[in-house]
T-cell receptor
Framework: GQQVMQIPQYQHVQEGEDFTTYCNSS?????IQWYKQRPGGHPVFLIQ?????EVKKQKRLTFQFGEAKKNSSLHITATQTTDVGTYFC??????????FGSGTQLTVLP | IAGITQAPTSQILAAGRRMTLRCTQD?????MYWYRQDLGLGLRLIHY???????GKGEVPDGYSVSRANTDDFPLTLASAVPSQTSVYFC???????????FGDGTRLSIL
């Protein structure tokens, strides 16, 4: 069956440092979505990637979809304390429903 | 403000009791979902509905039931609560399946 690994599980960075989280799939993905969940909050949709090799930017956030559509990354440049939270990738799984990765919990130290 | 409303916000429940978590959306989205979120396990899909009148089982459906009588409402029922159902429950909706999802604020449920 389809397996997607999200790494790392946890990341602590000093404010101002960069951060990257990765989602790696054993099979080709039709698309991938990224969500952010603040502590105590609910997941909030960030972006959807559909095309092979696609790169999208949102201010300090850069999202990439691999050429083979088997991996994706979210990169944050110069982290701020407002970036704290858990970042999830999600992808189309069985029964055409989204499956969420296990998430990367980001802590930003001031 | 358009969005998803979940109720209650939190609940403590005795094991064996019946409980219905409510979810209402006003965005006229076709698809709705129920997830549970447990520490270290991310979001797991319980049940979903691609359109009013239809429902489907997700990854962890046992012990839960849903109904979708209309577009706006998607209640989740625990027929006989057990302690392992202690979790945070999120309802979500989207325009269609595999489209970006909008989440409610969640219901924190504790079963004793």
């Amino acid at each position: 069956g389809q397996q997607v690994m999200q790494i790392p599980q946890y990341q602590h960075v000093q404010e101002g440092e960069d951060f990257t989280t990765y989602c790696n799939s054993s099979t080709t993905l039709s698309n991938i979505q990224w969500y952010k969940q603040r502590p105590g909050g609910h997941p909030v949709f960030l972006i959807q990637l559909v095309k092979s090799g696609e790169v999208k930017k949102q201010k300090r956030l850069t999202f990439q979809f691999g050429e083979a559509k088997k991996n994706s990354s979210l990169h944050i440049t110069a982290t701020q304390t407002t970036d704290v939270g858990t970042y999830f990738c999600s992808f189309s799984g069985s029964a055409r429903q989204l499956t969420f990765g296990s998430g990367t919990q980001l802590t930003v130290l001031p | 403000i358009a969005g998803i409303t979940q109720a209650p916000t939190s609940q403590i429940l005795a094991a064996g009791r019946r409980m219905t978590l409510r979810c209402t959306q006003d965005m006229r989205h076709n698809a709705m979902y129920w997830y549970r979120q447990d520490l270290g396990l991310g979001l797991r899909l319980i049940h979903y509905s691609n359109t009013a009148g239809t429902t489907g089982k997700g990854e962890v459906p046992d012990g839960y039931s849903v109904s979708r009588a209309n577009t706006d409402d998607f209640p989740l029922t625990l027929a006989s609560a057990v302690p392992s159902q202690t979790s945070v429950y999120f309802c979500a909706s989207s325009v269609g399946d595999n489209q970006p999802q909008h989440f409610g604020d969640g219901t924190r449920l504790s079963i004793l």
